[in-house]
T-cell receptor, first 111, second 113 residues
Framework: EPEVTQTPSHQVTQMGQEVILRCVPI?????FYWYRQILGQKVEFLVS????????KSEIFDDQFSVERPDGSNFTLKIRSTKLEDSAMYFC?????????FGQGTRLTVV | AQKVTQAQTEISVVEKEDVTLDCVYE???????LFWYKQPPSGELVFLIR??????QNEISGRYSWNFQKSTSSFNFTITASQVVDSAVYFC??????????FGAGTQVVVTP
C-alpha cells in the first residue's frame, strides 16, 4: 500500500517563528497538495503543486506560506512567521491520476 | 466546481444502533471519484472506501456499507451495530476529472455505551 509520509507528527512553535512541514509523496505521483484542518473544523484546501509550481491556491495561502520541492522527493510547506491561528492539523496529499493518498498529518501548535 | 454536502453535523447513537451518514455532491463531471474517511480523535485521516462514478454497486465491508445513488448524487455510509470505537468524525470527499479534491464538512459520530 503506497504511503505519504509527513514529519514531524507534532510541532510546537512560538508565535512569529518559521516552521517547515515536510512531506514525502508517493514517488511516481505528479500532483501534490497541502490541506489544513483547524481543530473541530473542516479540512480546507491550501495549495496544489504540479510540475514544480503552484497550480492553485486558496485565500488562506497568503504570503506567509510557501511550498517547494527542494530535492525532487520532499514536498515542504513553510510558514514564515507563525500566528496563533495557524495552529491546526496540516495534511499533505499526493495524486497519481485517479487517487489521492493522504499523509498522517502534522499537528502544528503555535504558542 | 464540485461541492460536497454533509448536512449532519453530529449524530449520537447508543452502541449497537445503526447509523447512516449522508453525503450529497454536486458535479458537472461525468468522471469523478468518491471517498469516505474516518478521523479519530488522534487526527489522522483513515481511508475507508473509494468509488468511481461508473461503479454504482453498493459495497459492504464488515459493519460498514455504502450506498451510491448517482440519480440523487448521494454516497451514503452506514455503520451497522455501532461500537464505541466508531466514534469519530467522518468525511466524504470527491475528486473530479482534473484531480481537484473537495471535502465535505464532516459528521461527528458519537457512540455511547
Amino acid at each position: 500500500e503506497p504511503e505519504v509520509t509527513q514529519t514531524p507528527s507534532h510541532q510546537v512553535t512560538q508565535m512569529g517563528q518559521e516552521v517547515i512541514l515536510r512531506c514525502v509523496p508517493i514517488s511516481n505521483h505528479l500532483y501534490f497538495y497541502w490541506y489544513r484542518q483547524i481543530l473541530g473544523q473542516k479540512v480546507e484546501f491550501l495549495v496544489s503543486f504540479y510540475n514544480n509550481e503552484i497550480s492553485e491556491k486558496s485565500e488562506i495561502f497568503d504570503d506567509q506560506f510557501s511550498v517547494e520541492r527542494p530535492d525532487g522527493s520532499n514536498f515542504t510547506l513553510k510558514i514564515r512567521s507563525t500566528k496563533l491561528e495557524d495552529s491546526a492539523m496540516y495534511f499533505c496529499a499526493s495524486h497519481g491520476g485517479t487517487e489521492a493518498f493522504f499523509g498522517q498529518g502534522t499537528r502544528l501548535t503555535v504558542v | 466546481a464540485q461541492k460536497v454536502t454533509q448536512a449532519q453535523t453530529e449524530i449520537s447513537v447508543v452502541e449497537k444502533e445503526d447509523v447512516t451518514l449522508d453525503c450529497v455532491y454536486e458535479t458537472r463531471d461525468t468522471t469523478y471519484y468518491l471517498f469516505w474517511y474516518k478521523q479519530p480523535p488522534s487526527g489522522e485521516l483513515v481511508f475507508l472506501i473509494r468509488r468511481n462514478s461508473f461503479d454504482e454497486q453498493n459495497e459492504i465491508s464488515g459493519r460498514y456499507s455504502w450506498n451510491f445513488q448517482k440519480s440523487t448524487s448521494s454516497f451514503n455510509f452506514t455503520i451497522t451495530a455501532s461500537q464505541v470505537v466508531d466514534s469519530a468524525v467522518y468525511f466524504c470527499r470527491t475528486t473530479d476529472s482534473w484531480g481537484k479534491l473537495q471535502f465535505g464538512a464532516g459528521t461527528q459520530v458519537v457512540v455511547t455505551p
